[in-house]
């Protein structure tokens, strides 16, 4: 499939509002909504629309501090990746895991949590406690300059 100008228009109102009613979002757009409905549901078959979500205020839950966190492994074997891979995604508060080239580091990892004690005991408890890791750096967001979720459909 694919996205002609409606389906764009489409996924930038529902990127900044997914709890648009198909009514609303249909108007906006200018569709009817049975059609506009349907072109929904075929972003959602053919796997252009992912999930809905509920963006949370961390600081009101008390999640104050965001780490990036650059992780490198003593060995680079399928093994050893698994084996990290495995464990970080079990940790919730572990938000993002990327494999990356171009550093010295062989992940990077986002990870928000809520103080700097908190953040010391899933760097000694957990992070540095898994087989392979043979290095780690931290560095620590003073502030967030753009905090957006949405993807630039408009370079599409």
């Known amino acids: 499939m694919k996205l002609d100008r409606t389906d764009r228009r489409i996924l930038d109102e529902m990127q900044r509002n997914a ?3 198909n009514l609303e979002l249909a108007d906006k757009i200018g569709l009817s909504p049975s059609p506009c409905s349907r072109r929904v549901k075929q ?3 053919e796997g252009f629309i992912n999930r809905h979500v509920t963006l949370l205020n961390q600081a009101k839950l008390g999640l104050k501090l ?3 966190v650059q992780v490198s492994m003593d ?3 399928p093994d050893r990746f698994e084996n990290f ?3 970080v995604e079990s940790w919730p508060e572990v938000l993002e895991c990327y494999l990356i080239t171009g550093q010295t580091a062989d992940y990077l990892l986002k990870v928000i949590i809520q103080d700097m004690e908190a953040y010391r005991a899933f760097l000694l408890d957990k992070l540095t406690r898994i087989e ?3 290095g780690v ?3 620590f967001v003073l502030r967030k300059t753009i905090d957006s979720t949405a993807l630039p459909l408009e370079i599409l």
Do not use: F, K, P, Y
Request: glycine fraction near 4%.
């Open 43 to 45: 972003l959602e078959d």
């Open 75 to 77: 060995r680079h074997t």
């Open 137 to 139: 750096q931290s560095s």
């Open 66 to 68: 965001i780490a990036m």
């Open 132 to 134: 392979g890791v043979s």
């Open 19 to 21: 709890r648009i009613s």
């Open 85 to 87: 891979e495995s464990h």
